[in-house]
């Protein structure tokens, strides 16, 4: 729709149109249901419970995209990789920054209204970039879960602190990076943690008492269903076997999931298995890592699941969040797709969990093909050889996108790149480190350098590089593919004007044309992006919001 | 002091050896053993690097661990085993890390020494140090400097071409085995950053350098002439990357003697 054409349907129903735009007051449960007939908003992590990080705003177009321009930076004082996506809720931002401050912000400008400081216990214990990825909202109340494993209630007016809870031992591993995810009366959060041993759970607080209301461990224990998938041991085993590594068996929550209220199911993507690495002492599928759950919303009972990678051995985290696409290529089927950092495509029916589509989207040696159900058929490379996708995957964290308008899904990935991998036995240690050996090389390369690529690339063409990959969601076909020379970490949002941004590792914030992948616009942030966009609207100006480095930088026409 | 300090690093790691925690005892702690199958560090320790490491161990570990790495009761180094340590990359973070309740303080040693350490305590017991015929760093530096040519391309210090990549420190960068290669077979040890590029403009104007940085939009080169340039891709007809390495291989034109006194040169540069 463009501007002319909403104020003509403005003119027509005003009062109708004032209240789309202008919509003060508490976040209700049907608002965050509704979240995406209010796109001047951004209510949740993802941008609704669809998860598609997709707006009907349409003011900045392919045609005038090239004539943004920044507004305002917002730096944060803290330094280390940033990660947070905005809320935008009624004329107010609220950001998280590390370790675990929120920050509310004039959307318009920049400036700061509160900021709530929390500290976390020094005894923390949290792998991979020790983070926050942002908040949930409802009424007048935000949520955040801390790097040391509570859940705390923030008074969205004054930045005060309602109420805190701890969910889990920090000393022991558990911490929570992801934004929480309000339903209903309840915030629902997961515990990470997955290098370290935990046992993963997703639980549910009552909003208003930090009471937990329900709790679901992603490692089923003895007599639960699930349980029999971490198999006894061999009599004789020539490698060391744990008979009891379902209590340390992993399965970390660390992106936030997805909600069908039709369904009233919650759908998880649940992490590593642990170790990672060392499968020998943890025979079996080891359910439910590497999988997606879906829960009742209201008390946390498995309804389905689906493992896209039975008993890994290559760190391959189902953790990315599921995105819901209603009426699936015309198909009539509700699904959740899933692009997972095994390397694969996903499409799965959300009410029964049934195996739809699985197709690669980058190379794939760690399996063949499917059976008839979705399991993988496993090729385990000899020792010494690269496995693909690496041990960072053909993607990973990074929000995908999925445009109604295209029919395509988006995704940030990681292409020609592989781990050779050396596992390890490993024993269990209280809050030590848990992955049992790693990989030997990042790389197909043998002795090709580390991770340290921006602002220097020494990875180069030898070792992978990042793309924008769009499928087409019902088929998996990919439909074109924007080639960067480093890899990426950034989220992906597109717009009903057919707009796609993305950042990248190598600092560059970009606009793509999401039918043909062109490229529209282009800005250098200085440092890389590893965070997701968002749009939202002030006034009749459509404003785009990432994080890169250590600023938050915001877009819009003059 | 410093010394003393330096010679009590490895003693935990051996420690580690000769004393097993009761958990792992019921955990069968006999199988939490390397798994050979799957190569838990590399197969095979080029012998440079094992050289390289009995002189950092002769250094720095002697005093406490002995010649034969058994001079402390219960701890046998020569095992090349070690509890909290079975992967090369865990015996990095154990010596790095040291541990104060044994008396071991953490120790910071550079890559390469790493590299070194590891290798000759994988190899203690088969190795013979009185075997080691280390290079000569002065003879070294003279060949580098004079016949071997090696300054008309690098820089060490304030002496030679930036052509290709500073030496200066690449002691503590690279272990002795990758260094030795490298005079060997340079383009099979040649990292892909420095890859030979060959530019040509849609002007004609032709640049031909190595790689300091590339991004999906630009690339950063020296050229030839010692010369920075970035060049938008936009701007290029012509981009080619070569993985062939301008740096001749010393096989043919030095003896074994001459390429170890290099490498004994190459090891002792280890920046300022």
């Known amino acids: ?558 | 002091m410093k010394r003393v300090f330096a010679t009590v690093v490895l003693s935990l790691v051996a420690g580690a050896v000769g004393v097993r925690s009761a958990s792992a005892q019921a955990t069968n702690d006999a199988r939490l053993k390397p798994d050979t199958t799957n190569q838990l560090h590399d197969a095979q320790y080029p012998e440079v690097d094992i050289v390289y490491g009995a002189g950092l161990y002769k250094a720095r570990c002697v005093t406490c661990h002995g010649d034969q790495g058994d001079a402390i009761g219960g701890v046998n180094l020569r095992s090349g085993k070690f509890r909290n340590a079975v992967t090369d990359t865990e015996l990095a973070r154990f010596i790095r890390a040291g541990s104060p309740a044994a008396g071991m303080p953490p120790f910071a040693l550079d890559n390469a020494e790493m590299a070194g350490i590891t290798a000759y305590l994988r190899n203690m017991n088969t190795f013979d140090t009185a075997s080691v015929k280390a290079g000569d760093a002065a003879r070294g530096r003279a060949i580098f400097e004079g016949k071997g040519g090696c300054v008309a391309c690098h820089r060490v210090g304030l002496v030679g071409s930036r052509v290709a990549p500073n030496l200066s420190d690449i002691g503590s960068q690279r272990s002795p085995g990758s260094l030795q290669r490298s005079l060997l077979d340079p383009s099979g040890q040649m990292m892909p950053i420095n890859r030979p590029v060959r530019l040509v403009k849609k002007d004609g104007t032709i640049v031909n350098g190595r790689r300091l940085n590339e991004d999906t939009y630009s690339i950063q080169v020296i050229d030839d002439k010692e010369r920075l340039h970035s060049i938008l891709k936009a701007d290029l007809k012509e981009f080619t990357i070569s993985k062939t390495s301008p740096m001749p291989s010393f096989k043919d034109t030095l003896n074994s003697g001459e390429i170890a006194d290099v490498l004994g040169y190459l090891q002792s540069l280890k920046g300022q």
Request: proline letters at 6%; one cysteine or more; a neutral charge.
């Open chain 1, 1 to 558: 729709m463009t501007t002319k054409t909403r104020l003509v349907v403005c003119g027509l129903a005003g009062l109708i149109c004032l209240l789309s735009v202008r919509v003060h007051g508490q976040v209700t449960p049907q608002r965050l249901v509704n979240a995406t007939t209010e796109p001047q908003n951004w209510l949740t992590y993802s941008g609704s419970y669809w998860s598609q990080r997709y707006s009907t705003l349409d003011q900045i177009t392919p045609a005038n995209v090239r004539n943004l321009k920044l507004q305002w930076v917002y730096q944060s004082p803290v330094a280390g990789n940033w990660q947070t996506t905005p809320l935008v809720v009624d004329g107010v931002m609220y950001i998280t920054q590390r370790p675990n401050d929120v920050v509310a912000l004039d959307p318009l400008t920049g400036r700061v209204f509160w900021i709530y400081r929390y500290t976390p216990n020094e005894n923390r214990i949290v792998c991979c970039g020790a983070n926050n990825r942002g908040v949930a909202i409802l009424g007048d109340t935000l949520f955040m879960g801390t790097l040391d494993a509570h859940v705390i209630a923030i008074d969205a007016k004054t930045g005060r602190e309602m109420w805190k809870t701890q969910v889990a031992s920090t000393t022991s591993g558990y911490s929570i990076t992801h934004a929480p995810l309000v339903i209903k009366d309840k915030v629902v959060i997961g515990v990470g943690g997955g290098e370290y041993g935990i046992r993963g759970f997703i639980a549910a607080y009552n909003v208003e008492t930090g009471k937990e209301a329900w709790r679901f461990y992603t490692i089923p224990g003895p007599g639960e269903k699930g349980h029999e998938t971490w198999e006894a041991c061999p009599p004789k085993s020539e490698s060391f076997c744990d008979p009891e590594a379902w209590k340390h068996g992993g399965g970390s929550i660390w992106m936030t999931g997805s909600y069908d209220p039709k369904l009233n199911l919650t759908y998880w993507g649940v992490g590593n298995v642990g170790p990672d690495y060392a499968g020998s002492q943890r025979p079996g599928d080891n359910l439910y890592t590497a999988s997606i759950v879906a829960l009742d919303a209201d008390n946390g009972t498995l309804r389905w699941h689906y493992q896209f990678t039975p008993h890994d051995v290559y760190d391959y985290d189902a953790v990315q969040v599921p995105v819901m696409i209603d009426n699936w290529g015309n198909t009539g089927i509700d699904v959740v797709a899933w692009a997972n950092r095994n390397g694969n495509y996903y499409a799965l029916d959300r009410a029964t969990g049934r195996f739809l589509l699985g197709k690669p989207f980058v190379k794939v040696n760690w399996m063949s093909d499917f059976d008839e159900r979705g399991r993988p058929n496993q090729t385990p490379q000899p020792p010494g050889q690269p496995t693909y996708p690496g041990n960072q995957g053909g993607t990973n964290w990074y929000s995908p996108s999925f445009s109604p308008r295209t029919g395509l899904f988006y995704i940030s990935a990681w292409e020609d790149y592989a781990s050779i991998y050396g596992p390890s036995p490993v024993e269990y240690k209280e809050g030590r480190n848990f992955t049992g050996g790693g990989p030997r090389n990042n790389s197909a390369v043998p002795g090709a350098p580390g991770f340290s690529r921006a602002p220097i690339n020494t990875w180069t063409e030898a070792a992978g590089h990042g793309a924008v990959i769009a499928l087409d969601a019902r088929t998996g076909q990919r439909q074109w593919k924007f080639d960067m020379t480093d890899v990426t970490d950034s989220g992906i949002l597109t717009t009903a004007s057919n707009l796609l941004f993305t950042g990248g590792r190598e600092g560059f914030f970009q606009a793509l044309d999401a039918r043909t992948g062109a490229l529209l616009w282009k800005t250098n942030l200085g440092s890389a992006i590893n965070s997701g966009p968002i749009t939202y609207r002030i006034g009749n100006k459509q404003y785009v919001a990432v994080v890169g480095g250590l600023g938050l930088f915001v877009f819009a026409l003059d």
